[in-house]
């Protein structure tokens, strides 16, 4: 509805009695409307088909596939290269950049947000007695990884000592018993064969701990990914827009950890295809389901909050847990081969960790 006001009375309360009341109250009844709805638990915002752009969210479902696609692309043609072999400075630089955007990931797009939604007053009563309940779920993670690991290594560590006695009709223990009759303290083949079956052994254990870490890695990532691709979908206007070019870069430097990890870890090519785009997929899907109940879904249903909040955390827990332990840990603190290499050469890995660490905390403003 539109009003016409005479040029004589703009400027004057005068000229139009009763106007500027009207017009102050209707100025309160809306920002107690605002009010209330940025306080409403429960609360559903209706998107009208002329604030709901759905060309752009369908055209953003391929975007966001192709973006987080490429990115696990990356580490394969580097690989490709001949430069870039597995030990070269150049993939160890790739591969820190990814554990940098793993950590980042994990404490400020996961665990930070899971706090923030398990904080929220609409959850009511639980959350003022207990402030600490985000960061008890990533407590509880940390702690089942770390069970998880050390019992995994144990079983498979276990089946492969079975799989070797039966293999050569005795144990590792047998071959060590075995005397050894060289004073010089030569090599003798029993000692070669015993040292020899050791080391593959090691390195069977530390192939089967990678394959696992990598699979939980991916597993905490997927859960994450759902929950951004709903909030993409139901998102409308200008925010929309910012949170995709945000997403896109998120996408991009979690695809290239993704597929760094998948990369040291799987042999099989078929298996090293599912796992990223099984990645590649998944925040579509989400986008999809945002998609599909944009009228009736609620972020601040206490349902919501619960759901997203516990899986926030749960992933951020296993990503940081992945990126300090399996990660760093393994494959820079206490690999020799790392710490073997010139100071130029560890402090050029180091600066790609700080760029892939410090490039995913500036994407967490936006997405």
């Not at 139009?16 to 102050?24: C, D, F, Q, T």
């Not at 579509?284 to 909040?309: D, E, F, K, M």
């Not at 081969?337 to 130029?344: E, G, I, M, P």
Request: glycine content about 10%; charged content about 15%; aromatic content about 8%.
């Amino acid at each position: 509805m539109h009003f016409r006001i005479p040029a004589r009375a703009i400027g004057s309360r005068d000229h139009i009695p009763g106007l500027y009341p009207r017009l102050e109250l209707a100025t309160d009844r809306t920002s107690i409307t605002m009010a209330e709805e940025e306080s409403c638990c429960g609360c559903v915002s209706l998107n009208s088909d002329d604030d709901y752009d759905m060309g752009l969210h369908i055209g953003s479902i391929f975007i966001i596939f192709a973006v987080s696609a490429a990115g696990t692309l990356i580490p394969l043609i580097a690989q490709k290269i001949p430069q870039c072999n597995a030990n070269s400075i150049i993939m160890e630089s790739i591969s820190a950049f990814a554990y940098g955007v793993v950590i980042a990931t994990g404490l400020i797009h996961m665990v930070n947000e899971g706090i923030e939604k398990l904080s929220d007053e609409c959850l009511g009563s639980v959350v003022e007695e207990y402030g600490s309940l985000g960061l008890a779920f990533v407590l509880a993670t940390l702690v089942v990884m770390h069970l998880i690991e050390c019992e995994s290594s144990v079983f498979f560590g276990n089946q492969g000592s079975l799989l070797h006695g039966h293999a050569h009709g005795h144990t590792p223990e047998a071959i060590m018993q075995q005397p050894v009759s060289t004073p010089d303290g030569a090599v003798t083949p029993q000692t070669a064969e015993y040292h020899g079956k050791s080391v593959n052994h090691a390195e069977n254990d530390s192939k089967i701990r990678r394959k696992i870490a990598t699979i939980i890695f991916e597993a905490g990532v997927i859960f994450h990914s759902v929950i951004i691709g709903l909030d993409l979908g139901v998102t409308t206007g200008s925010e929309f827009n910012t949170l995709l070019a945000a997403l896109c870069f998120h996408q991009f430097f979690e695809g290239i950890a993704i597929g760094t990890s998948a990369l040291s870890s799987i042999e099989s090519k078929g298996k090293l295809f599912m796992l990223n785009f099984a990645f590649a997929i998944t925040t579509p899907i989400g986008q999809v389901i945002g998609i599909a109940v944009r009228t009736t879904y609620s972020s601040s249903s206490s349902t919501a909050l619960w759901v997203q909040g516990i899986l926030d955390c749960v992933a951020g827990g296993i990503l940081l847990y992945t990126g300090l332990v399996e990660l760093m840990t393994y494959n820079m603190t206490t690999n020799h081969q790392f710490l073997s290499r010139s100071t130029a050469q560890r402090f050029s890995i180091y600066i790609s960790l700080w760029l892939g660490a410090g490039l995913m905390a500036l994407i967490g403003k936006w997405a």
